[in-house]
């Protein structure tokens, strides 16, 4: 691991925002990438950049995009669909099988000064949440989705716990 200076990534194109990054979460992830150079059939071969969960403040934006402006605190989703794909025009870019997500090789993690990034997958922070914070929505989105896919709650009483006691 080492810390470099990468070339910063010019202007941003159509649909896109030039992003200041303040905050990035090392993710599991990152560390198997680190340690092991791979995750099943992904593997580091060459140096690459870590870090897919950040936020920061947008520096710069590209033509025809009017919902995001120059000073806008932001977080980014770090998978980006293909627009194209079945997965997309079903309303579940989430799953599509093509995308490109932050710091899986080849495409660079976020662990940089600046990034580009889609103005799509990028969404304004209110100001009572810290760019921390805002860096924790994605693995947050992730563990509330997995809540709600096995159907558990505050309230659900974990398979492994004892039984209520009774009585004295």
Known sequence: MSIEEVEAPGAPGPGQVRIA?????ICASDVHYWTDGKIGPFVVE????LGHEGAGT???????VTDL????RVVMEPGVPD??????????????PGVEFWATPPVHGRLADE????AAYTYRLPESMSFAEGALIEPFAVGMFAATKAEISPETSPPWSAPARSGS
């Open 83 to 96: 627009p194209t794909s079945r997965a997309v025009k079903e309303g579940n870019y989430n799953v599509d």
């Open 46 to 49: 060459a140096p690459m950049i």
């Open 21 to 25: 990054m303040h905050t990035v979460g």
């Open 58 to 64: 947008v520096l710069e934006v590209g033509e025809g």
């Open 115 to 118: 990034v580009l990034h889609p």
């Open 69 to 72: 402006a120059v000073g806008d």
